[in-house]
């Protein structure tokens, strides 16, 4: 029992902060949050490279593992090349209630430093250059990330 209260707690814990970081953020540009995320992302990348969970030499499948088997941010990965552009999106993440959220205020960019990762680690795993140009919320609390290939 005391195993499910925390982690509803913690649920609830991240979702307050995410929205709470959001909040702060909403006087700023897109492109002032934008290099937010890639920094924070950073930061991330830093860590987990630290304790081992990011490498050099990773695919897609593995930051999907990652992100899905050992983080458990969220509960699926979906990856789809468009040709011009790479679409993900991101199913039942830990923040779903926070999205939900941003999705029914209309918050178009949204501050993650998971953003961040992505933005700087998919354009070293396909070595294509590209940018995360689009954050979108859905209804359902996925988070849909649009980046444009160059």
């Not at 709470?20 to 990348?45: C, L, P, R, S, W």
């Not at 178009?108 to 590209?130: D, N």
């Amino acid at each position: 029992m005391c195993i499910k209260e925390n982690s509803e707690i913690t649920s609830l814990f991240v979702n307050a902060t995410w929205y709470g970081m959001n909040k702060a953020m909403e006087n700023m540009t897109d492109e002032e949050i934008k290099k937010f995320n890639k920094a924070a992302g950073q930061g991330v990348i830093d860590f987990l490279n630290k304790k081992g969970l990011i490498k050099e030499g990773m695919t897609l499948d593995d930051v999907k593992h990652a992100v899905v088997d050992v983080l458990k941010i969220t509960r699926e990965v979906k990856i789809e090349d468009k040709g011009d552009k790479l679409v993900v999106e991101l199913r039942g993440s830990v923040v779903t209630d926070f999205l939900k959220e941003a999705y029914e205020k209309n918050i178009t960019t949204i501050f993650c430093p998971w953003i961040g990762v992505q933005a700087i680690l998919y354009p070293e795993i396909t070595k294509t250059k590209m940018e995360c140009v689009d954050t979108k919320a859905t209804e359902e609390g996925n988070l849909l990330l649009t980046f444009k290939k160059y």
